[in-house]
Structure formats: structure tokens, C-alpha cells
């Protein structure tokens, strides 16, 4: 059985658009017994898998249009809250990953650690949670821009999310460190684009454009 960390090679038809794409792009279903469709973002539930591209709009046009029932020949009924449904397990996936990499010391938590590893140029994603502080997290946006290479941001979790996820207090900044984990939580998180914004737009209007090391108010992120 093939882990759910591998990294996807693999192309597959996605049912609204009729194209093929590799499996990293795509959330595959299967039949349920009761006729329900189930996603299997793991990839690893039995049956024939039902693909389809990882965003809001395929996965409405394929239940708008019948579209699991017509490729499994069989009267499936899709649940009308199922896009909600793989927005809500696609996050807790991501979140998994991002505790996982903490686990592994491959994340770092803290406005000055997280500061020094974007200065350092060893940042893959810069992650910010959405209700944190605007000034700590401009001065991090603004030393990201600057960064080479520049880590991607996301800012699709609370500070609550994170902080479960980090088993933190008050997980406000985190970098996630060049590597594997950060290259599978990748693939997890462009899927989850699909189905929400990974970055406010107001966070890519010009900020601070002082270094971090100037600030002196960064969230402990559950550190002294």
C-alpha cells in the first residue's frame, strides 16, 4: 500500500473537466455502500476511485451535474455539503502536517526564531495565523519579500488552529523548514487553495519594510 506522504506522479481524469492531471491536484471518492460518495484524500479507501480536481467549483459543477453517478454507473447522491466536507478535511490534513513537521524539528515557532530562519534563507512556507497581530506579522511579510529564496506565505489557519495543530499556547508565527515535509505539506496545502484563500489579499499590499530584527512585540507563540 502506498503511503499517504508519497510524493504523487500520476495522472488521473478529473470528472468535471474531463482532463487529466496528476493525482496531487485531484481528490479522489468512492462509492459508499448507501450510495453516498465519500472522499478518500488519503487515498487509500477500497473500491474504484472517483476523481476530481481539487476546487470548490469541479466539485459543484460533478454534483450539480450527476457526474460520480455517471462514471460509477450507479445511483450515487452526493451529500449537498460535500465541498464544505472536504474543506473541513483537507485542513485538519494540513494542520496533521504541520504537527508532524514540529515533531521533527523541521518547524519553527516564535517571531525571532522565525525571523532568523527567513533571514537565513532555509524558509519554505512562512505561516501566519489569520487573527494575529498586523505588526509582528508585516514586519515577517515584509523580511519574507526581501528573503532569497522568499518562503511562500499562508495564512489559512486561526491562532487557535495553529495552536492545537503545534500543541502551543498561542501560536501566532511559523516557518516550516526546507525538505521533505515541507514539500509534502505542499501538495496538501495548493489543495486546499482550492477550497479557500491560503493569504488574505490585503496581506500583499506594500507593509513594513523595516527588518523584523526592529520589532520588539512578536507573539511568544507558547515560548518564553
Known sequence: ?????????????????????????????????????VPDLARKLPGRGLWVAADRASLEAAIKKNLFARAAKAPLKPAADLPELVEKLLVRRCLDQLGLARREGVLISGFEKCAAAIRSGRAAWLIEADDGSADGRG??????????PAPEICGAFSADDLSLALGLENAIHAVLLQGGRADRWTLEVQRLAGFRPLCPQSWNRAGPEHGAEDDRGGAPDGEP
Not at 139 to 148: D, E, M, P, Q, Y
Open 1 to 37: 500500500m502506498r503511503s499517504s506522504e508519497t510524493l504523487i506522479d500520476r495522472d488521473r481524469q478529473d470528472l468535471a473537466s474531463r482532463q487529466a492531471l496528476d493525482e496531487s491536484r485531484l481528490i479522489r471518492f468512492v462509492a459508499g455502500p448507501d450510495g453516498a460518495v
Open 139 to 148: 514586519k515577517l511579510l515584509a523580511l519574507s519579500r526581501h528573503a532569497s
